[in-house]
Each structure stands twice: as C-alpha cells, then as structure tokens.
C-alpha cells in the first residue's frame, strides 16, 4: 500500500496523469479525497481510469467522476460488516 501511495504522489507531483489505477479497475476500494477544506472518503467499486479522472461506482448514489489530483488516498475496501446507516434506521 505504502509504495502505491508513494506512486500516486510522484504522478500526481510530476504532472502527467499516467492510467495508474489500471489494476484496480472493477474492485471494491475506498477512495479518500480533499474537498476544500473537507476531507471525504468514497467507498464503491473503481470502474475505469480515464488519465486524469476516475470513474467510481459509490455503494449508494450514482457514478462519480473524481479528479485525481483531488485524491489523497485509495484503499481496498473490506466489505464483510458493512452497510449504509439507513439500512438499520
């Protein structure tokens, strides 16, 4: 994980937007974000690397769009245990 990390930093500090995320197209991950001042995490599945976006698949809501130069981190997502807050309203 830390090498990946480390990849994504030199990418994104280099300025080319190489298709990194290749591997982990059609896997479960949790991406973490900067928004602003907010820090947000996204859990869903990867579904492509477009170069400088990627295209994920939020558990809930609709495909997202996400600039790679907004992204902090990116991480497998464990999916045993988990379920949206609203399911146990």
Request: hydrophobic fraction near 45%; charged fraction near 20%; charge should be positive.
């Amino acid at each position: 994980m830390l090498a990946f990390l480390l990849l994504l930093q030199q990418s994104l500090n280099g300025g080319v937007m190489h298709r990194t995320f290749e591997p982990w197209v059609g896997q479960a991950v949790v991406v973490q974000l900067a928004v602003g001042q907010v820090k947000l995490s996204v859990r869903g599945t990867l579904r492509k690397d477009r170069g400088e976006t990627l295209l994920i698949t939020p558990e809930v809501g609709c495909d997202v769009e996400i600039p790679k130069t907004r992204l902090l981190a990116i991480e497998e997502a464990r999916r045993a245990n988990w379920a949206p807050a609203f399911l146990y309203s």
